[in-house]
């Protein structure tokens, strides 16, 4: 199956997560959609995270998803810290079920992904509730989760054929 | 297994250990965030303002090329709305011809009645750098801040209506909170009928006209100006005008064009001078004895008969003193 990457193909992978994850930020901030509110769209950098998660660990180290999404939190003007606090909590557990994962056919990894985008979006109404912040409604939020669940299949393929990542083999998992 | 288990049985712990402590500092993060809000929301306009204005070298040929494509789709409409330009340029002749003739006797009748009206609104006008990123926040950032002399709560229109508030401020830029964010509260009048209520932002284009007294009396097409009360904005700024939607709801359609938000203008509020004290008593000049509330009045007398016993009387400083 798929050959152990080289530490340049690791570097790559870090400097194109890092370089994708900025530039997305960097068009959410431009001014043009200030008028009417659009539909809101997928959160890209999430579904990267947790396919590549599952796929090149050593390509997502923590220290730069805790950078991105932290920069996203503040940029964004969302709660500080919160999604950040949740998104490492999701690389968390599925980091500590990747040898399940890793002989599971997609569909199952999908259901998996789609369960745990789910369960931080409920994570997160229930912290903004406990802490008594008004929160924002329902319906965008789960649009918002809805369409990360769908691109995630896109940034799956994109991964392994564009950019050649493969799961890594039980074998590579041990090695590693 | 058994030879990972082997390899990194001592790294194990610790990075879960590191993982356990990078979570619980995001959770004391989050608990700032809620408890200490102001300071917090300091730090974020401040990461803000080091990196966005920063990034404005590179955001602007994107931001105005993204323009351009909205301005290249608007083409393939360019001969209706040539035709529609025309029509309404048609109209405005009259109307502006009917609105000289209005201001010219506004302004003789404000002459006649000797009228103090609001002092001249001054503003600063800034560029609009970056908007929330978030469908859940209707805010944009500024080029303008501190620096500029813009302060919390200023009222920021474009060139016809109001568009916001400003809601924090940094050394280089600032951020309006837009009339349209679920957050946004503005006291409004709305113009016949002289109604006091409140816009409330809802995060949909049009935000709702809320604690109206007789919601009757108001009709599609009123025209909806600030009313100033609170002290927080000038009054009389055009906002919009009142729709009603599908459910019978008061919304507000604003005469700002939000779709295209480009220079804001933030207007300068003077805080108004208030009146505290209940007014003194006010009367005919009494002889009255010096009290400490006439020190002044009886210090000034002494002092010049002061002068006026040892010296023969000076003409110049009686002229100057008369």
């Known amino acids: ?176 | 297994m058994a030879r990972e288990r082997a390899d990194t049985s001592h790294i194990r712990p610790v990075r879960r250990l590191l993982m356990t402590v990078l979570v619980l500092c995001l959770a004391v993060l989050v608990l700032i965030w809620r408890i200490d809000n102001p300071r917090v929301e300091r730090l974020r306009s401040a990461i803000t303002d080091r990196i966005v204005p920063n990034l404005e070298w590179v955001m602007a040929p994107v931001t105005a090329l993204g323009r351009m494509i909205d301005d290249f789709e608007s083409y393939t409409r360019l001969y209706e709305q040539n035709a529609e330009l025309r029509r309404e340029l048609q109209q405005m002749r009259t109307w502006r011809e009917a609105a000289l003739q209005l201001e010219q006797e506004n302004a003789r009748l404000l002459d006649l009645n000797r009228v103090q009206l609001d002092p001249e609104l001054t503003f600063v006008t800034g560029l609009v750098l970056a908007d929330s990123g978030s469908p859940f926040r209707r805010s944009v950032l500024l080029n303008v801040g501190q620096r500029d002399g813009i302060l919390d709560g200023w009222a920021t229109m474009d060139g016809l209506g109001l568009v916001g508030r400003i809601s924090g401020v940094a050394e280089n830029t600032s951020r309006v909170i837009l009339l349209t964010d679920s957050n946004s509260r503005i006291p409004v009048t709305v113009l016949p009928s002289a109604q006091r209520a409140i816009l409330m932002g809802d995060n949909s284009a049009a935000p709702v006209l809320g604690f109206l007294e007789a919601a009757e009396d108001i009709a599609p097409g009123d025209r909806v100006v600030t009313s100033g009360d609170g002290g927080v904005f000038p009054a009389g700024l055009l906002v919009g005008q009142v729709v009603i939607d599908r459910d019978g709801q008061v919304r507000l359609r604003p005469s700002a064009d939000f779709s295209r938000l480009n220079f804001l203008r933030v207007m300068r509020s003077h805080p108004g001078t208030a009146i505290s004290d209940p007014g003194g008593m006010i009367g005919p000049p009494w002889p009255l004895a010096p009290e400490p509330g006439t020190e002044d009045a009886a210090a000034g007398e002494v002092t010049e008969t002061d002068r006026a016993e040892p010296a023969p009387p000076d003409p110049h400083v009686e002229a100057g003193d008369g």
Request: glycine share 8%; hydrophobic share 60%.
């Open chain 1, 1 to 176: 199956m798929a050959r152990k990457p080289t530490p340049r193909r690791i570097w790559a992978y870090r400097g194109i997560y890092l370089g994708l994850g900025l530039g997305v930020i960097f068009f959410r901030i431009l001014p043009l959609q200030t008028g009417s509110p659009g539909l809101p769209g997928p959160d890209i950098i999430l579904a990267i995270t947790l396919a590549w998660t599952l796929r090149q660990p050593a390509a997502v180290p923590i220290a730069a998803i805790v950078f991105l999404f932290l920069l996203g939190d503040f940029l964004l003007q969302q709660p500080a810290g919160l999604w950040t606090l949740l998104a490492v909590m999701a690389v968390m557990a599925l980091d500590s079920r990747r040898m399940t994962l890793t002989e599971a056919s997609f569909l199952v990894e999908m259901t998996i992904v789609a369960g745990v985008i789910l369960a931080m979006i409920v994570a997160e109404r229930m912290i903004l509730w406990v802490l008594l912040t008004d929160q924002p409604s329902l319906g965008l939020v789960l649009m918002e989760g809805l369409a990360t669940i769908v691109i995630y299949p896109i940034v799956v393929f994109v991964s392994k054929f564009l950019l050649g990542m493969d799961k890594l083999s039980l074998v590579d998992l041990e090695a590693g």
